[in-house]
Each structure stands twice: as structure tokens, then as C-alpha cells.
């Protein structure tokens, strides 16, 4: 359901909808409207009625919703640029609170689309406008960091591994620069602490920032190595080409390097791994950007037990799609794409 716009002839209907004992739902869905809408608007024209018998009770007036209305766009100052554009700001309102999209990657989305309204908008201005108080459902609250400006990372002193296997020391030059495909870096996504079995494994290819998302059923290096299997399987004699190498932090189920680096069939090599030092998540910076990513529809104390294969998938789709700055607007689906078509993949 899309996020539209309340008028004077949607608040006269509201208010006979609410005598009439419907909730807050079942009036969006009469209405066409979305929930969160018809849940401020009632906020929005909500009053103290004081009956016969002098006691009170909470109504909603369509007249009082109507004057704090203009009164809130009567302060907005000068005519905005969205003007009287409400397929714009809806749209705008639709696939940054729904499909959780940024504003420049909604701005990517609506080139690639062929979009066309009546004004053009850049994303400092929608950025302005969120700030603003301008859209109706849109907030700072919406956007990806909450509005809240990314924090530069502090050095830290590196600290000695336990071997498990290569250092990230021993990692070859060129890898670091991301100009060669086919490097990729290894991590998890757990779940609600002391609930969640399952976990998720995620690969990010450095170049693309392609993403692979799979359920882990259990948290062990055992399961790990599965997996790793099963993509092995998937690309056949092509995944040497794909995975040359994968770096991974010193988490317990990553410990059996020689499993991961182990073919699923024979003792020859399929892949190198190379192991961060201790405490030095920045050393994954893909994992880690991306993993804010997957955290936009999982959020942190989320229960994994009940996320589906099929919506692991359809994050992981998500990400692929997803419009970035980085590459001009273009998606990591694109350039992943682009670089099989050059080892004629």
C-alpha cells in the first residue's frame, strides 16, 4: 500500500468511519490509504470530548486535522519545488520508507525507470525536505544511518593473530586496490543472542560489491565449510575464476582454514584465505558497509529463525539491485554481470 496524501474529502470520511467503530486498519484499508497515514492523521485531529456526564473521551475532529494542516503548510514558508506534485512525493515516500532505498539511489531507480513527473528533484533537496518536516510520512528516521552522519574510523594498533591461517599481511598488493575481480571477503550475520540457531553467511565481492547471502543452520566452522561448498558446487569449474580469494575475520566459524580453502572434492586448492588481525573490522570494510545493508530489513535483535530462505533471497536481491553512488547509479548486479562477460562466463 502506498503512502497517499489525506484531503478535506478523505478527513469527512474518516470521521464517519470512526463513529462507525472501525479501527485504525480496516479505515486505511477502506480508504485506500496507509496505515501509518490514517494512524496520524487521527493523532493529528484527536481532541479531549467531554460528554453529558462529565466524562471524557478521546474523538478525532475533521476541522481541527484540516487547520493543523494548513497551519503546518503555512510554515513551510515559500512554495516548496515539489509544488502540487503528489505522485512525486508519494513515489519518493514509497521507495525510501517501503523499499528502503536512499534518496540518490531513489533518484538512480527513477532514471533507470523511465520516471517522469512534472519537476526534477536532486537528492540534496529531498534531503532538505526530509529535514524539513515537508514529506507527511517521511522522516530523518527513515533514512539509512537515521540521519545520523557516518563516523570516520579511528585507527587502531594491530594486534597479533593466533594462526589459523594466512595474514592479511601475506595478502597480495593488488587485492587491496580492488582493481582485480574476483576477491572477496566472508562474514556473518547473527541473530536475537541466546535465540537464534541459524545465522546468516555473507560474501562481498570487493571490485562489484556483489553480495551472496546464505542461512547458516548452525554457527559452526562445520556448516561454513557446507556452504562453501554448495556455491562451489553451483559455479563448477568456474568458481576458481570467481572466488580467487576470500578474507575473513578470526571468528570460531571460520577456523578450519583448510576446509575452506580445500576443494569439496580432492586436496586441491580451490580458493585462498586470508585472516584479519583481532578487532580490526575495517580491514572488511565491504562486509561491513554491506551488512548495514542487510540490516535495514533485519535489524539487530531480530530472531533469524523466522527469516525464510526465500526472504534471505530477496535481500540478497535487493542489494544486487541496488542503485549506487559509488558506480554512478549503477548496481553491483551490473558490474558482476560485466566481469563474467569478460572471462566468457
Known sequence: MGYKRIHWEDRLKIEVLVKAGHNTTRIAELLGKHRTSIARELKRGAYVHRNSDWTEEIRYSPDLAEEKNQKQLRQKGRDIKLGKDYELAEYLEENIIKKKYSPYAVIQKMKQDGKKFSISICRATIYNYIKKGIFLNLTEKELPLGGQVKQKRKSHRRRKRASAGMSIEERPKE???????????????????????????????????????????E?????????????????GAAFKQVFKSITVDNGSEFSDAEGLKRARRGKKTRTEVFYCHPYSSYERGSNENQN??????????????????????????????????????????????????????
Open 175 to 217: 587485492i587491496e586496490t580492488r582493481e582485480e575481480f574476483g576477491h572477496w571477503e566472508m562474514d556473518t550475520v547473527v541473530g536475537k543472542q541466546g535465540i537464534s540457531k541459524k545465522s546468516f553467511l555473507v560474501l562481498t565481492e570487493r571490485k562489484t560489491r556483489k553480495e551472496i547471502i546464505e542461512i547458516l543452520k
Open 219 to 235: 554457527h559452526t566452522a562445520k556448516e561454513v565449510v557446507r556452504i562453501l561448498d554448495k556455491i562451489e558446487r553451483k559455479w
Open 292 to 345: 548495514r545493508l542487510i540490516r535495514r530489513h533485519v535489524p539487530k535483535g531480530t530472531d533469524l529463525d523466522t527469516i525464510s530462505k526465500r526472504d534471505v533471497k530477496e535481500i540478497e536481491k535487493w542489494i544486487n539491485e541496488y542503485p549506487r553512488a559509488l558506480f554512478g547509479g549503477r548496481s553491483s548486479d551490473m558490474l558482476f554481470q560485466d566481469e563474467l562477460n569478460r572471462l566468457a562466463l
